[in-house]
């Protein structure tokens, strides 16, 4: 039963996470930690998107049991399914039936545009399913299904709800009448905290990603203390030691990850992380990293 009590305003949030491998760091800080602190105040509704997992293969039963763990994880991170909505997106028929009505909104220009279909789907594109390719637009569906106003993502989902976006208004253009303008209201993405795209510890030109072949790439929420240690010891850094400014770090990817990381669970600016270390080198800084990785994780 959900506590409408504390849900205050008409925002209305919805956002989505794939049952695929482990969960990670940059899942976390870019989404999950914000929903936990939003859904006690915003009517909010998560989703663990199974249908948008299969848009590459799956073996079925392993399918199965990633949705359980995901499901389990945002519960342990602080999700309460006393306070949110929280399920399945294959229990719910009505995703893929508005995302088939949104394949006749939606251009196919527009779905050229979005950039992580090129980048997934890479050399190999007229081998990629027609899911994969037309994937955004389940996601508006997800999102309008609700008449969700808010979208809580990482960096890496920005574009899609802007399609959402797009979408949304050309139906409302197509179909709806005078006095239904806003038939479906233009759902806003929310990109917070300090960490809204955390990059691979071992390539700061690369975000960090459950598909990554490295597990050294990313710290993963099941991760024990002998990982996370050994995974921070041997992140990449540099040879200098942490700057004084935002804008000198601002060229060296792989520190500049590492700040936002602990600026992201400290909840801090980074600003303020570099005051704290500023002409230090990267040991003692990766040791601090450690301990808060550890304790929250
Ligand atoms: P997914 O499962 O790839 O990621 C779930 C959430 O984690 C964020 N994220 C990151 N944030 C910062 N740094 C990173 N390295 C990083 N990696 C992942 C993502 O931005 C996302 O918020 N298409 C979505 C799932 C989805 C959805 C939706 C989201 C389906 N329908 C409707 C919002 C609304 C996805 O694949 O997320």
Redesign the pocket.
């Known amino acids: 039963m959900i506590n409408s009590r504390l849900k205050q305003s008409n925002k209305r949030i919805?956002?989505?996470?794939?049952p695929t491998g482990n969960l990670?760091l940059?899942?976390y800080?870019?989404?999950i930690k914000n929903w936990v602190n939003l859904q006690g105040d915003i009517f909010s509704i998560f989703?663990i998107?199974d249908l948008?997992a299969i848009t590459v293969p799956q073996e079925p039963s392993q399918l199965k049991s990633s949705t359980h763990e995901v499901t389990a994880a945002i519960i342990a991170s602080g999700i309460d399914p006393k306070s949110a909505i929280v399920f399945n997106q294959s229990s719910v028929k009505e995703h893929a039936e508005l995302a088939w009505i949104f394949n006749c909104v939606c251009r196919i220009g527009w779905l050229n545009r979005m950039t992580q279909f090129k980048e997934k789907a890479g050399k190999n594109r007229e081998k990629a399913t027609v899911g994969l390719y037309g994937?955004p637009v389940?996601?508006a569906a997800?999102?309008l299904l609700y008449k969700a106003t808010h979208?809580?993502?990482?960096?890496?989902?920005k574009q899609?709800?802007e399609l959402a976006r797009d979408i949304a208004s050309s139906f409302n253009n197509m179909f709806a009448h005078d006095d239904q303008k806003d038939f479906f209201s233009l759902p806003e993405p929310q990109i917070l905290g300090q960490?809204?795209?955390?990059?691979s510890l071992r390539d700061g030109t690369k975000?960090?990603?459950k598909s990554d072949f490295s597990d050294f790439s990313r710290i993963n929420l099941t991760d024990n203390k002998d990982d996370i240690v050994k995974k921070i010891k041997k992140a990449k850094t540099d040879a200098f030691p942490i700057p004084e400014s935002e804008t000198e770090l601002s060229s060296r990817l792989e520190a500049q990850n590492l700040i936002n990381i602990y600026a992201g669970f400290e909840e801090k600016s980074p600003q303020v992380v570099l005051d704290e270390y500023s002409g230090k080198g990267f040991a003692d800084f990766k040791k601090d990293l450690t301990e808060i990785l550890i304790e929250k994780i």
């Open positions: 919805f956002s989505g996470i794939q990670h940059g899942n800080l870019g989404a989703s998107v948008h994937y389940l996601m997800d999102i979208v809580p993502v990482g960096d890496d989902q899609h709800i960490a809204t795209r955390v990059m975000k960090m990603s």
